[in-house]
């Protein structure tokens, strides 16, 4: 009964899907002709052709199903399926124009600016109607298509709060997995995931009702419990000491039309980033722990940081060197303070700071972090600590690929070695670049705050990332990462 309610979804979905392409084509095309003054189709296929309809919509679709579109998302985030929609029509675009130099159109060609010649290369985008079109196209459709899939989840998870649209499933194991698997599925009521019985991870069922709901049996009587008992789903939360179990518990499973999840028994904070599944020559292989900026990601994020850090460089230059000045005037020293800080994957570098302190030499500085009102930071050095304006010079540690934007904080070599022992969990801090602000800096946890808070912003910010969560720091930056009572 689920699976074909999830067809008539899958089909609805797809055709609302098909008429948010339609509308995008149909906006784009509207477009060009608005902008480039050109009469309507002479003839009835210029009004089929012109508007590639029929070219974008067999592409869009069959994207989107390849980036995993069409596939139950009760538990998957809304934001997850929206960049997941805007790469696929991003490759969508870029497959539709290659269908359409592969198939020779030159429909598009129709009404060419006289003078887009003159108005160069780069212009054409506004003068050449064809590449208006296409990008109109490209700024519209995810637009329209993550709109449309908003409503829908949206008017989804509404239905589902209100007992509808349930996906039945078992838990199999009553220890606290188990019971930790069905309190997270009724918080999250918009699911959809209703627990409809337990069954005992140990072979026999010592205990008759678990998290308010039946436990119908143990491990003997699965068979018997799953085919009298029909459900859509079945979560294996076994303890650790049961993991052995697992591959038996599957190959029993395979006899039944029902979907199945695994909850390891891995406290969430080892987990910074979501595991994969991936398969070398039939051997499958997960991805327990990997670095979260690696391809596309990666590329977008060190874009941003040469971006970011050059527009900070020339908007702040001219405070920059009055700060040099007023340094060098006021006390004996170097401007910049360099000294060794730990990076991604445990690279040392060199960081730049204005010098605060009357005292710089590196190595003569103990392993504790700078106490308030510390006798070695000069009259304008507490100014600059206040402000954090002596963090500016690691926009150059930026460009140079040392640091991000946005990340963790550094520290010492020093104090990498004593709390890598101390706090289990601290390198994963080392799986992203060290930033010159971060999520912990925005909310507060700067200078001789609590290292376990931090550490646990620290990972959420790991275990989290993203471009546009990149984005949201920086903006908060602006009004919480300068001027701080922490700072000092």
């Known amino acids: 009964m689920l699976k074909q309610r999830h067809q008539l979804f899958v089909s609805l979905l797809a055709g609302a899907d098909a008429a948010a392409v339609t509308v995008a084509c149909l906006i784009a095309w509207v477009s060009r002709m608005w902008v480039f003054e050109q009469p309507l189709p002479h003839d009835w296929e210029g009004y089929f052709k012109e508007p590639l309809v029929l070219f974008a919509l067999p592409i869009v679709l069959y994207t989107m199903s390849a980036f995993r579109l069409y596939r139950p998302q009760r538990d998957r985030s809304l934001w997850n399926e929206q960049g997941q929609i805007l790469k696929s029509a991003i490759v969508s675009v870029v497959v539709l124009v290659v269908a359409l130099w592969a198939v020779g159109s030159d429909f598009l060609n129709r009404g060419r600016a006289a003078d887009a010649e003159l108005w160069?290369?780069?212009?054409?985008?506004?003068?050449?109607?064809?590449?208006?079109?296409?990008?109109?196209?490209?700024?519209?459709?995810?637009?329209?298509?993550?709109?449309?899939?908003?409503?829908?989840?949206?008017?989804?998870?509404?239905?589902?709060?209100?007992?509808?649209?349930?996906?039945?499933?078992?838990?199999?194991?009553?220890?606290r997995?188990?019971?930790?698997?069905?309190?997270?599925?009724?918080?999250?009521?918009?699911?959809?995931?209703?627990?409809?019985?337990f069954i005992s991870h140990h072979d026999t069922a010592r205990r008759e009702r678990c998290m308010g709901k039946p436990v119908v049996g143990g491990l003997d009587d699965l068979e018997s419990i799953l085919e009298g008992k029909r459900a859509?789903?079945?979560?294996?939360?076994?303890?650790?000491?049961?993991?052995?179990?697992?591959?038996?518990?599957?190959?029993?499973?395979?006899?039944?039309?029902?979907?199945?999840?695994?909850?390891?028994?891995?406290?969430?904070?080892?987990?910074?980033?979501?595991?994969?599944?991936?398969?070398?020559?039939?051997?499958?292989?997960?991805?327990?722990?990997?670095?979260?900026?690696?391809?596309?990601?990666?590329?977008?994020?060190?874009?941003?940081?040469?971006?970011?850090?050059?527009?900070?460089?020339?908007?702040f230059s001219p405070?920059?060197?009055?700060?040099?000045?007023?340094?060098?005037?006021?006390?004996?020293?170097?401007?910049i303070f360099k000294q060794r800080r730990v990076s991604l994957a445990?690279?040392?570098?060199?960081?730049?700071?204005?010098?605060?302190?009357?005292?710089?030499?590196?190595?003569?500085l103990d392993t504790s972090w700078t106490q308030r009102d510390d006798p070695r930071i000069t009259r304008i050095g507490a100014w600059l600590r206040k402000t954090s304006i002596d963090e500016l010079p690691q926009l150059i540690n930026v460009l140079k690929g040392d640091m991000a934007l946005v990340g963790p904080r550094p520290e010492r070599p020093e104090?990498?070695?004593r709390f890598?022992?101390?706090?289990?969990?601290?390198?994963?801090?080392?799986?992203?670049?060290?930033?010159?602000?971060g999520w912990a800096q925005v909310n507060g946890l700067r200078g001789d705050t609590s290292l376990r808070k931090r550490l646990q912003y620290d990972l959420f910010y790991v275990r989290h990332w993203s471009i546009w969560f990149d984005l949201r720091i920086l903006w908060l930056t602006l009004f919480r990462g300068f001027v701080h009572r922490n700072a000092h």
């Not at 009521?189 to 627990?195: A, E, K, L, Q």
């Not at 997960?286 to 990666?298: Q, T, V, W």
């Not at 445990?346 to 003569?364: C, H, N």
Request: include cysteine.
């Open 177 to 197: 997995l188990g019971q930790i698997t069905a309190r997270t599925l009724g918080r999250n009521s918009w699911t959809g995931i209703n627990v409809s019985y």
């Open 232 to 315: 859509d789903a079945v979560y294996l939360a076994l303890p650790s000491s049961q993991g052995g179990r697992v591959p038996e518990l599957l190959k029993r499973l395979e006899r039944y039309a029902v979907d199945v999840r695994i909850v390891p028994d891995v406290h969430p904070r080892y987990l910074p980033q979501s595991m994969t599944v991936n398969e070398l020559e039939g051997m499958p292989i997960l991805s327990y722990r990997e670095c979260p900026i690696k391809g596309l990601g990666g590329f977008s994020k060190r874009l941003l940081d040469i971006m970011g850090a050059s527009a900070a460089l020339v908007l």
């Open 120 to 175: 160069g290369i780069g212009s054409r985008l506004i003068t050449d109607p064809a590449r208006l079109q296409l990008l109109v196209l490209a700024v519209t459709m995810p637009v329209l298509l993550g709109a449309q899939r908003f409503v829908f989840r949206t008017g989804l998870r509404f239905i589902r709060r209100r007992g509808f649209n349930l996906c039945h499933v078992a838990i199999i194991g009553v220890g």
């Open 346 to 364: 445990g690279e040392v570098f060199k960081i730049y700071k204005f010098r605060t302190m009357s005292d710089v030499d590196d190595e003569k």
């Open 415 to 417: 104090l990498i070695a």
């Open 319 to 335: 405070l920059m060197v009055t700060i040099a000045i007023v340094i060098r005037l006021t006390s004996p020293g170097p401007v």
């Open 420 to 437: 890598r022992e101390d706090w289990r969990g601290y390198m994963l801090r080392q799986h992203v670049k060290a930033g010159i602000t």
